[in-house]
């Protein structure tokens, strides 16, 4: 019904797509630095739900490489 809608069980082949700009993180907790770091890095816009890391040191780093890539965050 929707061919132009592409699916993947990779994060990677996710970050890789030139056609996603932005990313969406509602997943354990435990994964939200390393996958939000990886989006950034990549140039994505990033949005997770709380908490945004496990310590405060993860999180100020995820707002520094943000800003450093003047990603949406």
Known sequence: ???EIMGTLSY???LR???VDAIVLATPAIEHFSMALRA???GKDVFVEKPLALSV???EMLVKIAKNHKSAF
Do not use: E, R, V, W
């Open 1 to 3: 019904q929707y061919p």
């Open 12 to 14: 990677g082949d996710i």
């Open 17 to 19: 797509c030139s056609q």
């Open 40 to 42: 950034l890095q990549m």
């Open 57 to 59: 040191s993860d999180a």
